[in-house]
């Protein structure tokens, strides 16, 4: 009964290959999040979703494409995989996206693009 | 615009020894500012978190931190540090309706025996 779970964790690929991780969270949150941490564990925010609907979108490749089906869920595409990609990517939830809630994370997916 | 600034990427006290990790925030609202931990190979969890009211802030495993306006700070404190302790701390910074937090460089904390 994990609050935010993603998949897979571990994602090996060859550049130029297109790639999808999931993420689903049943705390009953309205706001979902995608974050990348490089291997300096800097954290920035890729996307937000409330409701379904995209409000953040930060400087991303357009090859990165959030889809959210319902607001239980939000996946990630990546297009043409570059090996500046290698990184961990967190999903994260919050309960409105206010500011104040606290952001609960998955557990991470680590992509690896040779 | 936001931003936030941990001093030291990385910490290193003794065991019993205090824990001090800095993070000074720019904000042109009020904020709200957090603490998250990130154990090995998991994700980010939360530690404290101030919004309004008391300043000295108590969060889990014996962590607090002060909101300091006058010197936009947010700094953790553990009076005696734990060889559990050991991990990368990060800071982040919110406000009214911002619908983001904004993350800090993070502070990997070890803790030697």
């Known amino acids: 009964d994990t609050a935010v779970s993603q998949t897979p964790k571990y994602l090996v690929t060859q550049m130029g290959n297109d790639k999808s991780i999931k993420c689903e969270q049943n705390l009953g949150h309205d706001t979902m999040y995608w974050y990348k941490q490089d291997s300096k564990k800097f954290l920035k925010i890729m996307f937000s979703y409330n409701n379904k609907e995209l409000i953040i979108n930060e400087t991303v490749p357009n090859r990165f494409s959030p889809k959210s089906p319902d607001k239980a869920h939000l996946n990630l595409h990546i297009n043409s995989l570059e090996l500046g990609d290698s990184a961990v990517y967190f999903c994260?939830?919050?309960?409105?996206?206010?500011?104040?809630?606290?952001?609960?994370f998955g557990l991470g997916t680590r992509l690896l693009v040779l | 615009a936001q931003s936030v600034t941990q001093l030291g990427s990385h910490v290193s006290v003794s065991e019993g020894a205090l824990v001090l990790l800095r993070c000074n925030y720019s904000?042109?609202?009020?904020?709200?500012l957090f603490w998250y931990v990130q154990y090995p190979n998991q994700g980010l969890q939360l530690l404290l978190k101030?919004?309004?009211?008391?300043?000295l802030v108590k969060g889990i495993n014996g962590f607090e931190a002060e909101f300091k306006k006058s010197e936009t700070s947010f700094h953790l404190t553990k009076p005696s540090a734990h060889m559990s302790d050991a991990a990368e701390y990060f800071c982040a910074v919110s406000g009214p309706n911002a619908g983001k937090s904004t993350f800090g460089d993070g502070t990997t904390l070890t803790v030697k025996p």
């Open positions: 904000s042109s609202v009020p904020p709200y």
């Open positions: 994260a939830s919050s309960q409105e996206g206010t500011g104040e809630e606290t952001q609960y």
């Open positions: 101030y919004t309004t009211g008391a300043t």
